[in-house]
T-cell receptor, first 114, second 111 residues
Framework: NAGVTQTPKFRVLKTGQSMTLLCAQD?????MYWYRQDPGMGLRLIHY???????AKGEVPDGYNVSRLKKQNFLLGLESAAPSQTSVYFC?????????????FGSGTRLTVV | ELKVEQNPLFLSMQEGKNYTIYCNYS?????LYWYRQDPGKSLESLFV?????AVKQEGRLMASLDTKARLSTLHITAAVHDLSATYFC???????????FGSGTRLLVRP
């Protein structure tokens, strides 16, 4: 099993450009998440999804949009990138097992906006 | 709103010493998780704590949970260099489906 796969792994964008980050999981998990990680701030939740066709806002949703048209994919879009969106982005998926959620994280996407 | 606070944010310790990382959370939570992250890598799950008084141990790491105090601790015994990493605690609730992280504790174990 591949687990959670994020593409691309690295990207440099110019201010104002748009891009989409793809997260794919092959574990049939219901729940999927997008986080950003900045130095000294831990992981902050951007958006999440509790099932195909659903999305919800997390802690820091501004400037991002998401879609979950298929259960296995969760897309994160930046419509007009800003330098403040320079960060490492992690996708995760989860399922409920034994009274707890088992979270699996992708390897991350390092995004630089210049 | 669920908030998670860790302290210290940075910890430099000598090999062989003991220390504790603290994780406080603001509202009733269903579960408490501990993760490890090495530089440039993803997150590795260490422990999941489900109930008050839960204690789990793996090697030199021991995690505990006090739900009444809304506090979890990660205790390091006789630290070794290989434990150098950033450690995160996180909490979630069935009612919100969100996993919320603390800021992390960067641990450096010196020879």
């Amino acid at each position: 099993n591949a687990g959670v796969t994020q593409t691309p792994k690295f990207r440099v964008l110019k201010t104002g450009q748009s891009m989409t980050l793809l997260c794919a999981q092959d574990m049939n998990h219901e729940y999927m998440y997008w986080y950003r990680q900045d130095p000294g701030m831990g992981l902050r939740l951007i958006h999440y999804s509790v099932g195909e066709g659903t999305t919800a806002k997390g802690e820091v949703p501004d400037g991002y949009n998401v879609s979950r048209l298929k259960k296995q994919n969760f897309l994160l879009g930046l419509e007009s990138a800003a330098p403040s969106q320079t960060s490492v982005y992690f996708c995760a998926s989860s399922y409920l097992t034994g009274g707890a959620y088992g979270y699996t994280f992708g390897s991350g996407t390092r995004l630089t906006v210049v | 709103e669920l908030k998670v606070e860790q302290n210290p944010l940075f910890l430099s310790m000598q090999e062989g010493k003991n220390y504790t990382i603290y994780c406080n959370y603001s509202t009733t939570s269903d579960r408490l998780y501990w993760y490890r992250q090495d530089p440039g890598k993803s997150l590795e799950s260490l422990f999941v704590l489900l109930s008050n008084g839960a204690v789990k141990q793996e090697g030199r790491l021991m995690a505990s949970l006090d739900t009444k105090a809304r506090l979890s601790t990660l205790h390091i015994t006789a630290a070794v260099h290989d434990l150098s990493a950033t450690y995160f605690c996180a909490v979630d609730m069935d009612s919100s489906y969100k996993l919320i992280f603390g800021s992390g504790t960067r641990l450096l174990v010196r020879p």
